[in-house]
């Protein structure tokens, strides 16, 4: 008898979809990004832009809470990926934070990109001039300095007061972040900017 007609086939198995993986009442997820002041007026404006590829691409459902004021987002039977909410909301939560929507629908089309938010007070603690001195070393004259950062390390970035957002793979947010940390310590733009390309050139050859 031969051997290889005993061998049994591998079965394959159709991918689940949201709503075959909760079982019970609690079919679909939900989920809630709250709505900064400052993002309020440019969310009204690109409001169909967010709509169009979480409707209609990502299959998912969408609202604006005016009690709340947050943006609600839920599965539902059309939904055909378990990640499409974790997308959804990395998104929104982006276009928060005030990255531009084409930056932001990266994040929905690409699976390498994160975004990382630190505070300056992280790195060293400061406060009144010298923490205002700290994020115009990060911006620079008329965004010079953040946007040498964005185009060596291929990120982007956003100064929110304090708060730092920075959208990219992994890699390059390390490096961009690395960057940022050495101007709020005091380094020289000029050092940062070496020690940046040579960061950047060693990453290149590896790819």
Known sequence: MDSSSQVAETPVFEALKPIDVKAGSAKFEYRKIPVPTNRYSPMKK????????LVEHLHLQIRFNTKTRCVELRTCAETESISAIQ???DFVRAFMYGFSIDDSLALIRLDDLFVDTFEVKDVKHLTGDHLARAIGRIAGKSGKIKYTIENVTR???????????ILGSFQNIRTARRAICNLILGKPPS?????????????AERM
């Open 87 to 89: 997308k959804a909301e």
């Open 191 to 203: 050092k940062v900017y070496g020690n940046m390309r040579a960061v950047a050139s060693r990453m």
């Open 46 to 53: 690109d409001w169909l832009k967010i709509c169009t590829p």
């Open 155 to 165: 990120t982007r970035i956003v100064v929110a007061d304090s708060k730092i957002h």
